[in-house]
């Protein structure tokens, strides 16, 4: 069984820094690409950020996050990660991770995902 559990949200001020993480059990973490989606309060989701398999190949789909956000993995510890840096208000939402159905991330390609953990951004 599928089981993705963010961790790593909180209450930040603006320009703080959070490590965003989701443990991954249930499939073979290294065969399938990753990605992180957030929904802020009363919009769609957005997609952030995806890493191929290997964490060779990493997209960031949202253009205000580039230069602030890194997004790793690491395949031995079936974990995945979201470093954020320079937070903005803007960036308070819903993070949630995503496994994707192949090896190199898509948008809107995935069959699972987990709780999401909150992120908030307010002084």
């Known amino acids: 069984q599928v089981h993705l559990v963010e961790s790593g949200g909180g209450l930040m001020q603006p320009g703080g820094s959070l490590r965003l993480s989701c443990a991954a059990s249930?499939?073979?973490?290294?065969?399938?690409?990753m990605s992180w989606a957030r929904q802020a309060p009363g919009k769609g989701l957005e997609w952030v950020s995806g890493i191929s398999s290997d964490g060779s190949e990493t997209t960031y789909y949202t253009d205000s996050v580039k230069g602030r956000f890194t997004i790793s993995r690491d395949n031995a510890k079936n974990t995945l990660y979201l470093q954020m840096n320079s937070l903005k208000p803007e960036d308070t939402a819903l993070y949630s991770c995503r496994k994707g159905t192949h090896t190199v991330p898509r948008v809107n390609d995935y069959d699972y995902w987990g709780q999401g953990t909150q992120v908030t951004v307010s002084s």
């Open positions: 249930g499939f073979t973490f290294s065969n399938y690409a």
